[in-house]
């Protein structure tokens, strides 16, 4: 695989690609520096006013090699008629979520899209 030299990647890209194929862990200045970005990347949502605007008050608190874990406090809108967590907006969640991860590796502000994401949810 080429490395991408973006300078919106993680300065560590050429290790990160180097110790994955070894599976080892990542260097710590790595996790540091790669939360800090996608922490960034979620507050420029903030700002949006388009639908990326969702997405607002969703917070990066952990980054590393395998993981992105994110959290977020369920309010009012984000809820269906029920009472309960849109399916809607539950899928938007996966899909921002997920494309942060990606972008950990390609390079955060570069482009990523969704070809193609499936949900189901059963009543219970």
């Known amino acids: 695989m080429p490395v991408n030299n973006s300078p ?3 300065k560590h890209s050429d290790e990160v690609r180097r110790i994955q194929s070894k599976s080892l862990d990542w260097p710590r200045d790595f996790k540091t520096e790669c939360l800090a970005l996608v922490q960034a ?3 420029r949502l903030k700002s949006a006013s388009n639908f990326a605007r969702v997405a607002q008050s969703i917070r990066a608190i952990s980054a590393n090699s395998t993981t992105l874990v994110c959290e977020i406090i369920i309010e009012e809108g984000h ?3 029920g009472g309960t967590l849109h ?3 539950s899928a938007t969640l996966i899909d921002i979520v997920t494309s942060r991860a990606i972008g950990i590796s390609v390079g955060i502000t570069r482009s ?3 070809i193609e994401l499936s ?3 059963i009543h219970s």
């Open 8 to 10: 919106h990647l993680c």
């Open 41 to 43: 990347d979620f507050e």
């Open 79 to 81: 809820l269906n008629r």
């Open 87 to 89: 399916g809607g907006f």
């Open 112 to 114: 990523r899209a969704t």
């Open 119 to 121: 949900a189901r949810w």
